[in-house]
């Protein structure tokens, strides 16, 4: 069956700190790969996906960037953190030929201070 | 475009209380529809699914059934226990092409506290 782990699950970083959060998918191959970001009105936000290695669509500009450097790996990143950024951050997979679905990760609290 | 309205909450019941949570969508196609529940501090779980009009998704005792004419997609569950306390979200998405990832479209979520 196929999993989808994210870490770390917590991180409190200091503005204009880096960032990476990394998130892995076992199970499948080619899945689409996705970033959102939840604020504090529970809203979600999509901010990055990825159809393929290398392959990254930005949807909203940002302080952020994301990078996928193997089929299964999605790597979300700042070289400086911004109060702004503080949220949850959820990774997510969808497979190929099928009715759209997104399975999610355990998410990433981010607190900037 | 595609978007998804949703009630916001809180929505407060008591335990073994009927529930539903309304969800009304806009979208140029065919959309498949979801429901997505998340536990606090957790990631989103998929709930339930329908994939065309009259369609009726089921699991855990919820149901909700696309009703294309009124595009709707209302979550219903006949006795609330008090771990059903969650956020929900009303999701849709309208793949293009196989393999396209244009992501799902979320409501903004609906809080629902269940008490004893």
């Known amino acids: 069956s196929q999993t989808i782990h994210q870490w770390p699950a917590t991180l409190v970083q200091p503005v204009g700190s880096p960032l990476s959060l990394e998130c892995t998918v076992e199970?499948?191959?080619?899945?689409?790969l996705y970033w959102y970001r939840q604020a504090a009105g529970r809203g979600l936000q999509l901010l990055f996906y990825?159809?393929?290695?290398?392959?990254i669509s930005s949807e909203v500009p940002q302080n952020l960037s994301a990078s996928r450097p193997q089929d299964r790996q999605f790597i979300l990143s700042s070289k400086k953190l911004l109060l702004s950024d503080s949220g949850f951050y959820l990774c997510?997979?969808?497979?190929?030929?099928?009715?759209?679905?997104?399975?999610f990760g355990e998410g990433s609290r981010l607190t900037v201070l | 475009g595609n978007s998804v309205t949703q009630m916001e909450g809180p929505v407060t019941l008591s335990e073994e209380a009927f529930l539903t949570i309304n969800c009304t969508y806009t979208?140029?196609?065919?959309?498949?529809l979801f429901w997505y529940v998340q536990y606090p501090g957790e990631g989103l779980q998929l709930l339930l699914k329908?994939?065309?009009?009259?369609d009726k998704g089921s699991n855990k005792g919820f149901e909700a059934t696309y009703r294309k004419e009124t595009t709707s997609f209302h979550l219903e569950k006949g006795s609330v226990q008090v771990s059903d306390s969650a956020v929900y979200f009303c999701?849709?998405?309208?793949?293009?092409?196989?393999?396209?990832?244009?992501?799902?479209?979320f409501g903004k979520g609906t809080h629902l506290i269940i008490q004893p």
């Open positions: 997510a997979w969808s497979g190929l030929f099928v009715t759209g679905e997104l399975f």
């Open positions: 199970g499948t191959s080619n899945p689409n």
């Open positions: 990825s159809v393929g290695i290398g392959q």
């Open positions: 979208a140029t196609g065919y959309p498949s």
């Open positions: 329908a994939t065309k009009a009259d």
């Open positions: 999701a849709l998405s309208e793949y293009v092409s196989a393999g396209g990832a244009d992501g799902l479209t």
